[in-house]
Antibody, heavy 121, light 107 residues
Framework: QVQLVESGGGVVQPGRSLRLSCAAS????????MHWVRQAPGKGLEWVAV????????YYADSVKGRFTISRDNSKNTLYLQMNSLRAEDTAVYYC??????????????WGQGTTVSVSS | DIQMTQSPSSVSASVGDRVTITCRAS??????LAWYQQKPGKAPKLLIY???SLQSGVPSRFSGSGSGTDFTLTISSLQPEDFATYYC?????????FGGGTKVEIK
């Protein structure tokens, strides 16, 4: 079935880097926009970044702009999130999610199970 | 950035009740609004997009309405599996933003 599987989470010290991956299966990954969304412990959802299907555009939340980079490899059906200069407030479960549209946002219709990032010294 | 304000933050209801959740945008977002359901320890699930379009596979007891700044999610007859937290999300402009969530609890 249509599936997204995140990996790469873990415990990291403040200021360090981490790269998350999201492997897609059973759908044509290269035709969908893809998002990263996070959820801090006990908190609500926070959108992080989106990239269009053809890599033509990417957008970021102000809280991560300049520190995080979204990318994708359509030949590998994989979405990435490079996270640099990590802070304690980046601690969260990170979800990748498929956008209903390809170059416009309607909603996120397929979600992974999430990967946990903990930033702590 | 567009702020999304949900009310109430929590609601207690019984099976069979009609439940309405409100979402207000800090500026007009036309119909670019989605609703999600999230259960503890699980990923969110898309219920409604473009304010009133029911996502495939979602029961018809869920409905969405509104445009501009004021939106509602209605559950016409609450079922046991509907006890969860619900979020709205604006898709009008970047950065995308979510409401703070509404927890639907068992009375």
């Amino acid at each position: 079935q249509v599936q997204l599987v995140e990996s790469g989470g873990g415990v990291v010290q403040p200021g360090r880097s981490l790269r998350l991956s999201c492997a897609a299966s059973e759908f044509t990954f290269s035709t969908y926009g893809m998002h990263w969304v996070r959820q801090a412990p006990g908190k609500g959802l926070e959108w992080v970044a989106v990239m269009w299907f053809d890599e033509s555009n990417k957008y970021y939340a102000d809280s991560v702009k300049g520190r995080f980079t979204i990318s994708r490899d359509n030949s590998k059906n994989t979405l990435y999130l490079q996270m640099n200069s990590l802070r304690a407030e980046d601690t969260a479960v990170y979800y990748c999610a498929r956008e209903v549209g390809s170059t416009s946002c309607y909603g996120m219709d397929v979600w992974g199970q999430g990967t946990t990032v903990s930033v702590s010294s | 950035d567009i702020q999304m304000t949900q009310s109430p933050s929590s609601v207690s209801a019984s099976v069979g009740d009609r439940v309405t959740i409100t979402c207000r945008a800090s500026q007009g977002i036309r119909s670019w609004l989605a609703w999600y359901q999230q259960k503890p320890g699980k990923a969110p699930k898309l219920l409604i997009y473009t304010a009133s379009s029911l996502q495939s596979g979602v029961p018809s007891r869920f409905s969405g309405s509104g445009s501009g700044t004021d939106f509602t999610l209605t559950i016409s007859s609450l079922q046991p599996e509907d006890f969860a937290t619900y979020y709205c999300q604006q898709a009008n402009s970047f950065p995308l933003t979510f409401g703070g969530g509404t927890k639907v609890e068992i009375k």
